[in-house]
């Protein structure tokens, strides 16, 4: 995860071809507990849950994810409520996963390891 935290997000254009699955795999195993999963259209996402104690403490969780993700360049698509937070993302230009999904994953989780 180390090399991923000292990226940084690239502008990416369609066009680009999303990674396969064992490129996939590769970068999952640099982020920890992101699942792989697949949308209506067969593209793959990243998604992680996280669980919190009250309302507050996700609000402040999805508040630091997007002040990362603002200076990024690139947004997950967030959900929350009172005491989970739950993050999905995936590089929409190319319709799957590229190298800045699991820079910003890296960077999500270290909010919490700070």
């Not at 009250?54 to 402040?60: A, G, L, P, R």
């Not at 590089?91 to 590229?98: D, F, N, Q, R």
Request: charged content about 30%; proline content about 3%; overall charge negative.
């Amino acid at each position: 995860m180390e090399d991923l935290l000292k990226k940084k997000c690239l502008p990416c254009e369609g066009g680009a071809i999303p990674f396969d699955i064992s490129r996939i795999h590769e970068y999952q195993k640099k982020v920890d507990g992101w699942d792989i999963k697949k949308n209506d259209k067969d593209a793959h996402f990243l998604e992680k849950k996280f669980k919190f104690k009250n309302f507050i403490k996700s609000q402040e969780f999805v508040n630091k994810v997007g002040e990362i993700s603002e200076e990024e360049g690139h947004h997950p698509d967030i959900y929350f409520g009172w005491g989970y937070a739950k993050i999905n993302i995936t590089t929409h230009a190319i319709e799957g996963l590229s190298e800045n999904d699991f820079i910003l994953a890296a960077k999500i989780d270290q909010i919490l390891n700070v």
